[in-house]
Structure formats: C-alpha cells, structure tokens
C-alpha cells in the first residue's frame, strides 16, 4: 500500500503520517456538535470527513480509537466565546428542562449520522459527564496562566508560546469576532469558567473554586481528550472555522496543562465550509437546511454523502438542489452498475480462468488516491473505472469495489434501486401505487390511448411524482423536488 499522507493544518503543510504510539494504533479526537439545535448539513459534512479519515486508517491497517464529544454546556451563541450559553439560551426560547433539550438534539444528531453511514466513535464524550475534571483542571492551570474576574476565570494567552500558531496570522480578524470583556489583559484571553451572574440561577451550573457557574466552551475538548487519548495523540479534527479561535485555545490549555510546548495533537485536521449562494451555511438566521429537509424532498440521505464526496474535504463545497440532484443521478449510475456486475457474476464461475485479472493499475489507483489527503474526488472516477472494465472477472470486480467501498460508505453493493426511490414527504401515493398506475400507462400508450395516459401522468405529477419518459437511466419515475 502507499504511504498515506495528510494534510497538517499546524504546519500548512502534507506529511508523512504515522502513528505516534504503534502499539496503541491511531488516536483521533473529534469536536463533536452542540445539541441545541438539529444539524444543518453543512455541520454533517464535517462528520462525512471525519468518517472518511477513520475508514482510510482502517483501510491502511492502523487500530483505531476514535473519540467525539456531546457540548452541552459552555459553548456560547458565537463561536467566538461571546454571548450567552447556546443551550441555555434555547432552554429558555422553548421553556424546557435543559437536559431533556440536550438528549433530544443528541438522538437526532446520532440518527443522521446512522442515515449517512457514518460508524459511531469508539466512544461518546459528553462534556456534563466530566465537570469534576475541568474543574481539576482548572485548578492545576490557573495558579500560572489564569486570573478571576467577577464575570469568571480567564486564561492569559501571553503565558504560553506561539499562542495562535494554528490560526496563522490573523489576529485582527480573530479579535474582532472575540467579545470584548472589563478587566482581561489580552482580547485574546478566554473563559476557562463563567461564573454565573448575581441573583440569576442557571439550570446547568456547578460549584467552584472560582464560583457557582460553568465551564468555558474551550476546556472540555482539553480535558475529554487528554482523559482518553493521552497527550500528544494522533489527529485532530473539526471545521475550518474551529482553526481559527477554538482550537488554538485548546492549545494553549494544553501546553499549560503539560508544562511544555505540546499542542496536544501532533495532526490538526479540519475540513472546508459547506456554502450556499448567500454565503456558509449556518443556522443564525433560524431557517437552515437538514439532512430531513433533503429525505423529505426525496433525496436519499448517501446521495448527500457522495456529494461530499465528490469534493476535496479542504475545499469549499457550494450546496445547491441542483449539485445535489446531479450526485444522486451518479449514485443511482453506480448502484446500477453494480447491479449489472452481480448478474454478470451469478452466470460467471468464480474460478473461470477465461476472465482476466484486473490490470494492476486499476487496482492500485484508488490506494493511491485516497492516500493523498483523501483524494476522494479522483477515487470516485477509480470506482466507476472499475465497474467498467469489460473483459475481466466480474468476481473480482465486485471484490475490489467492495473493498473500496469500505472506505467510501456508500453501500454500493448493497443499496437497490428501491432504496434509492424515497417519497417526498408530501406524496399521497405509495411506491405500489406509482408503480401500478404506471403499468396502466404503459398499457394505455401501447393501446394509443393518449388521453388516458396523460390523464395518469397528470395524476401522479399532483401527487408528486415526475413520469421520466426516454429517461437514460431508464428508472420511468421520480420524486417531483
């Protein structure tokens, strides 16, 4: 196999990776989401990557420990620790117990990423299960690199070297999106513990030695990964826009932590934004897209997981309905191809000699690929190349692209053209009842009966369906979108 090769944003740079601890596999830390809210999509593509890194470690042979946390507590309504607590915030906008809102948004995040493919972490990590260790913490950190304020706990970012390193230069820019606060010394300082204001009772806080209150969003990720994976561990992950503020944060905790220069990871990872015309997806506006919003049109939720797919994971990907549709029509080609090689294969025996191999150079193609960076976008083509190489075994065809796709999560060789057909959420028909008016039409264009066959047409187009006549892929119906 080739040498499998990253992308370190620490050092803006491709490198060589290897396990830091062979013995202990690869250890890879993932910033999980903030169950305040339903994922938008563009939050998910960042999982989609992260998948995609677990499976190629996979597919290199490495042990892997995969961890991600569950925020539900200490991130604030900017990214930029300003504001006020996101999930306390949406207690309140929906007068209910906090942590009934936590476990709500916490079984649907898991369920899109069931929907997607995506294999859970080795474990779970929820930042309330693990207080008593922030606070210690805290507590180790605070006598050489913190001050109190009356408004908390907040670390001074001139304490440790090369603070920002990761971001790159752009202090400007992140301290223009860093809340202005009486008393710190730096604008860059932030909070390893909020203290809960005067007079108000918050229904997440904890006592302190810096007060009741909670802790700051940055301190969780410090301390979860530190407790599980050990410092340094492998890879870090998370979106492009934690690169900028919340993991340089976690960087300097943890080289206060250990005494040292130690970033915590020894690769820092993160993915490109998922953009729309208006600008990067978020949900600040309070209507943003899901991955239901996409099954509810009748898009299959792994037609979104190719989309993503189909893009580097460090380049931004532009989310339209269109893109969409256009990754779904290659899904659907792939699952008929593959029907197509699994006929051949019934008629073919597994050992007939008079089939060739695979030229070695297809077979060696997507290795190559997804070794560098995670090349997805050109593994994708070796895929479709193999389906349609003609005058080999279809055996082992079949073989090497199930293979491969362990590595891309599309089910390939398992997903039917029924799985793909999903119905709006709107439809009144069930896909019988499609299919059978369809013979009827069928019938009536055989018979010249063009009245009746528009007639039919015309009823499942109001009923959500759209009749594909002369359709290449030859699958005569869709979902209307």
Not at 21 to 26: I, N
Not at 128 to 146: L, N, R, S, V
Not at 220 to 235: A, N, Q, R, T
Not at 443 to 460: G, N, Q, T, W
Request: charged share 25%; with cysteine.
């Amino acid at each position: 196999m080739t040498d499998l090769q990253l992308y370190n944003s620490l050092t803006r740079s491709i490198e060589r990776f290897e396990p830091l601890d062979p013995a202990r596999g690869v250890r890879v830390y993932s910033c999980g989401p903030t169950v305040y809210n339903y994922a938008h999509i563009g939050n998910l593509r960042a999982y989609v990557f992260t998948d995609t890194l677990s499976r190629v470690l996979k597919w290199k042979g490495f042990p892997l420990t995969h961890v991600i946390n569950i925020t539900d507590v200490g991130h604030l309504t900017s990214d930029a620790d300003a504001g006020d607590d996101k999930m306390e915030a949406a207690a309140r906008a929906r007068a209910m117990d906090i942590w009934e809102i936590a476990a709500h948004y916490t079984r649907a995040f898991k369920q899109n990423l069931k929907d997607l493919n995506i294999a859970e972490p080795t474990r779970w990590s929820v930042a309330t299960d693990h207080i008593a260790e922030m606070i210690a913490f805290g507590e180790k950190i605070a006598p050489e690199h913190c001050y109190q304020l009356d408004s908390g706990l907040y670390f001074d970012v001139s304490t440790v070297p090369n603070y920002g390193a990761l971001a790159g230069a752009q202090d400007d820019v992140r301290e223009s999106r860093i809340e202005t606060v009486e008393g710190k010394r730096h604008p860059q300082d932030f909070a390893i513990w909020r203290a809960s204001p005067p007079g108000e009772q918050r229904q997440m806080e904890w006592d302190s030695p810096w007060g009741k209150g909670a802790p700051g969003w940055h301190l969780e990720c410090s301390v979860m990964s530190e407790k599980y994976l050990g410092s340094p561990f492998d890879i870090h992950t998370g979106g492009i826009d934690h690169r900028e503020i919340h993991h340089p944060n976690e960087i300097a905790q943890n080289q206060a932590y250990c005494g040292c220069d130690d970033t915590g990871a020894h690769f820092w990872m993160h993915n490109n934004f998922l953009v729309e015309r208006a600008g990067k997806m978020s949900k600040s506006s309070g209507e943003f897209t899901t991955l239901q919003t996409l099954i509810d049109r009748g898009f299959h939720p792994l037609a979104y997981r190719l989309m993503c797919l189909q893009a580097h994971y460090r380049s931004e990907l532009e989310f339209s309905y269109e893109n969409l549709a256009a990754a779904f029509t290659r899904l659907k080609r792939l699952v008929m191809a593959m029907q197509k090689l699994r006929s051949k294969a019934t008629a073919e025996e597994p050992s007939d000699d008079s089939r060739k191999k695979l030229p070695t150079t297809d077979s060696t193609l997507f290795d190559q690929e997804i070794s560098d960076d995670l090349n997805t976008p050109v593994a994708l083509i070796a895929v479709e190349n193999m389906a349609g190489l003609k005058g080999v075994s279809s055996h082992a065809q079949l073989h090497q692209i199930s293979l491969w796709d362990e590595v891309l999560g599309l089910n390939l060789l398992t997903l039917t053209r029924a799985d793909l057909r999903l119905r709006p959420a709107t439809a009144t028909l069930t896909a019988e009842d499609i299919e059978a008016r369809l013979a009827s039409r069928k019938e009536a264009r055989v018979a010249k009966d063009f009245a009746r066959s528009d007639a039919i047409r015309d009823e499942l187009t109001a009923a959500g369906v759209e009749v594909m006549d002369g359709d290449p892929l030859g699958w005569d119906w869709k979902p209307v979108l």
